[in-house]
């Protein structure tokens, strides 16, 4: 089974703050995504990586920054946090070529104050 | 125009009958078409993928295909109140020379007991 594991269930930090999620992968996969889930807006994609050290943007990457130094492990990172980035975050993998299901985590709920 | 539409609901259906949920998209290079079920603070899990026109039936689910109308459809038979969700069409497409996966932003389904 393929599983997919992210650092935190429920998050809470101050406006500011640097905010690090982690994502992991065990089924050596290529792919990794980061999205965000936000009522009426869906799923929207943050950044995408179809390999180590690459990384490509999505629809909302402003904000954001991402790292993929290991092929299973793919973090997103909130330079300085703000309230309007309070969101369920959910990471993703797939492996090439993306016509396969991706495999999502528990996801991570962020609330910033 | 969004590019993979499907109607928020509340779509409720009595248990025992036949739940419609359906999807239109507007990318025709589209090639991969995925249903992820996702419980209220869950994470998306996949029920169904499908790839060409037609209908894809596993257990309780068909999933319908038809490109040349740009619509995918999700039957579910027999329904049961744990089938009360909000079940998302993705769709895999290009855009920019680049594959990504591009999220409806769900229906959710009540089924009533």
């Known amino acids: 089974d393929v599983k997919v594991t992210q650092s935190s269930r429920y998050l809470v930090k101050r406006t500011g703050e640097k905010v690090f999620l982690e994502c992991v992968q065990d089924m050596d996969h290529e792919n990794m995504f980061w999205y965000r889930q936000d009522p009426g807006l869906g799923l929207r994609l943050i950044y995408f990586s179809y390999d180590v050290k690459m990384k490509e943007k999505g629809d909302i990457p402003e904000g954001y920054s991402v790292s993929r130094e290991k092929k299973e492990r793919f973090s997103l990172i909130l330079e300085s946090a703000s309230t309007n980035q309070t969101s369920m975050y959910l990471c993703?993998?797939?492996?090439?070529?993306?016509?396969?299901?991706?495999?999502f985590g528990p996801g991570t709920r962020l609330t910033v104050t | 125009q969004k590019e993979v539409e499907q109607n928020s609901g509340p779509l409720s259906v009595p248990e025992g009958a036949i739940a419609s949920l359906n999807c239109t998209y507007s990318?025709?290079?589209?090639?991969?078409f995925f249903w992820y079920r996702q419980y209220s603070g869950k994470s998306p899990e996949l029920i169904m993928s499908?790839?060409?026109?037609g209908d894809k039936e596993d257990g309780r689910f068909t999933a319908q295909l038809n490109k040349a109308s740009q619509y995918v459809s999700l039957l579910i038979r027999d329904s049961q109140p744990s089938d009360s969700a909000t079940y998302l069409c993705a769709v895999e497409g290009a855009r920019s020379g680049t594959y990504k996966y591009i999220f409806g932003t769900g229906t959710r389904l009540k089924v009533l007991a």
């Open positions: 499908i790839y060409s026109n």
């Open positions: 993703a993998s797939t492996p090439r070529p993306l016509t396969y299901e991706q495999y």
């Open positions: 990318d025709r290079g589209s090639q991969s």
